[in-house]
């Protein structure tokens, strides 16, 4: 039903933490870098704040220091945004969706979906940011529930790719909708 990975067990290194030997990476993705907008506005918000006494007081020349300082607690804000996004992507494999999100330092939720279990994959595009951007939300659904990815680059690529590659491994009703399909 699946295809298995042609690597031999002794030389495998797994690509990430969980990897099973007999599992291939098909494709991995991250979210839109948007989701830091956050951090870059507190950068800017701190640099700003750091920027007063200077402005204020033009002549006095120390004063410069608060507008360094700002920047600096600006950039850990935007390095907190940054670890969110860095740490948090989507993996799918030839036996299963891995979504990883990462928040701080200290909290991450790994949801783990086997391939079989998913019934259907759609994808939403709303509003004029999401438009222009180029970014919406792909929902996975399951027989357990649903898998709501938000901040997906190019929803509709990543929805059609992710559909194609179930289509090609087989997959439950994924798999019937091949065979339906008429050939080209």
């Known amino acids: 039903m699946f295809k298995k990975a042609s690597k031999a067990k002794d030389d495998f290194k797994p690509e990430f933490d969980g990897q099973h030997a007999d599992e291939e990476v098909l494709m991995t ?24 006494p200077s402005l204020i007081w033009p002549t006095r020349l120390e004063f410069l220091w608060f507008v360094l ?48 279990k998913i019934q259907n994959i759609n994808y939403q595009i709303s509003g004029f940011q999401e438009t222009v951007l180029g970014y919406g939300t792909v929902l996975v659904q399951t027989f357990v529930g ?31 909708q091949a065979l339906k399909a008429p050939k080209n």
Request: hydrophobic share 50%; charged share 20%.
């Open 29 to 52: 993705f991250h979210k839109h870098p948007l989701v830091m907008r956050k951090g870059l506005i507190l950068v800017l918000i701190c640099l700003l704040i750091g920027m007063i």
């Open 69 to 116: 300082l700002g920047l600096l607690v600006g950039l850990v804000f935007m390095f907190w945004s940054w670890i969110d996004w860095h740490f948090t992507y989507i993996i799918m494999t030839d036996q299963r969706l891995i979504s990883i999100t990462q928040k701080g330092l200290w909290d991450k939720t790994v949801v783990d979906v086997g391939l079989d």
């Open 146 to 176: 649903d898998l709501v990815i938000d901040f997906v680059h190019h929803p509709d690529r990543m929805q059609e790719k992710l559909v194609k590659t179930l289509k090609e491994l087989g997959v439950g009703n994924f798999a019937e």
